[in-house]
Every structure is written in structure tokens, then in C-alpha cells.
Nanobody, 111 residues
Framework: VQLVESGGGLVQPGGSLRLSCAAS????????MRWYRQAPGKERELVGY????????NYTDSVKGRFTISRDNAKNTVYLQMNSLKPEDTAIYYC?????WGQGTQVTVSS
């Protein structure tokens, strides 16, 4: 089982990024997926969730209306579209599924 995130980087406040998480080693289409993040000095927090077929999503309040989780089961990939980014969104972002964590990708929001 492997999860590999990509797409992080440095972005100005108000900007956008799309993170990807490529999965392998399991039947991706049967697994609910989650995105988490961990800011410096803080505990890891759940950002959002997507059901195995993509029909259901939910988000933590701080990102509702700005972030969107989607998935492409044909590509074994889950995405996190982040818009209207704020400095407080700065964190390492992780995908999680089937009891497995990815290695994380750094997102820095700064002018």
C-alpha cells in the first residue's frame, strides 16, 4: 500500500493550489479517503473526507467553501483543490486511506 502526495508549494494569499495523492497497492475505488494537515507546532487535523465512489464529501469548517476534494478512481488518485488560500492554511498536507499515510506535501501561503 502506498500513497504519494504532490502539488504543494509556495503560493500568495488568495491563490490556489491543487494537491494530488496517487494510490497503489490496494483497490482504491473501495476505499474512503481523507486529507489531513499539520501546521508547525500544532496537531494533525482532518481537512476533509470523500467516500469511495466520490458521492459524499465533508470538510472542516475552516475550509468549507474554499477547498474541494475529488477523486478519479480510474487513475487511483484523490485531489484537494484549495482556493482563496490564507496564511493559516500553511501546513504539511497528508492523504490517508486504508490505514496508510502518505509522506506529505508542504503548502506555504505567504506574500
Amino acid at each position: 500500500v502506498q500513497l504519494v502526495e504532490s502539488g504543494g508549494g509556495l503560493v500568495q494569499p488568495g491563490g490556489s493550489l491543487r494537491l494530488s495523492c496517487a494510490a497503489s497497492g490496494f483497490t482504491f475505488s473501495r476505499v474512503h479517503m481523507r486529507w489531513y494537515r499539520q501546521a508547525p507546532g500544532k496537531e494533525r487535523e482532518l481537512v476533509g473526507y470523500i467516500s469511495s465512489d466520490g458521492s459524499n464529501t465533508n470538510y472542516t469548517d475552516s475550509v468549507k467553501g474554499r477547498f474541494t476534494i475529488s477523486r478519479d478512481n480510474a487513475k487511483n488518485t484523490v485531489y484537494l483543490q484549495m482556493n482563496s488560500l490564507k496564511p493559516e492554511d500553511t501546513a504539511i498536507y497528508y492523504c490517508f486511506g486504508r490505514s496508510q499515510w502518505g509522506q506529505g506535501t508542504q503548502v506555504t501561503v505567504s506574500s
